[in-house]
């Protein structure tokens, strides 16, 4: 059993920059590979990013590459979103997940454990 709280949401200003954290618990937590997904109102979840348990392999949604960064410390348990040069479309709820097998997904229905989520906030 896994259990990840995020954390580092907020309002900021178009351009500006957050980080989000995500803490998971639990013994093998380090071993599973993870994502962040996004949904806005009236929208269905999207994919981020995701990252490999060892980190050795990223992968961006089309709409953050370039400005959204996912890394990760696993003697920490936890997983980080740099997110630069921020948009008011960035606006949404933020989730990460984890996935027991392979090196992360682009697909919510891949990932085994969710967060409750953090809310950003993007003004123009």
């Known amino acids: 059993q896994v259990q990840l709280v995020e954390s580092g949401g907020g309002l900021v200003q178009a351009g500006g920059s957050l980080r989000l954290s995500c803490a998971a618990s639990?013994?093998?937590?380090?071993?599973?590979?993870m994502g962040w997904f996004r949904q806005a109102p009236g929208k269905e979840r999207e994919f981020v990013a995701r990252?490999?348990?060892?980190?050795?392999?990223?992968y961006y949604a089309d709409s953050v590459k370039g400005r959204f960064t996912i890394s990760r410390v696993n003697a920490k348990n936890t997983v980080y979103l740099q997110m630069n040069a921020l948009k008011p479309e960035d606006t949404a709820v933020y989730y990460c997940?984890?996935?027991?097998?392979?090196?992360?997904?682009?697909?919510?229905?891949?990932?085994?454990?969710w967060g409750q989520g953090t809310q950003v906030t993007v003004s123009s």
């Open positions: 990252i490999s348990w060892s980190a050795d392999s990223t």
């Open positions: 639990g013994r093998t937590a380090s071993s599973y590979a």
């Open positions: 997940a984890a996935r027991r097998l392979g090196s992360g997904s682009a697909y919510a229905q891949h990932y085994d454990y």
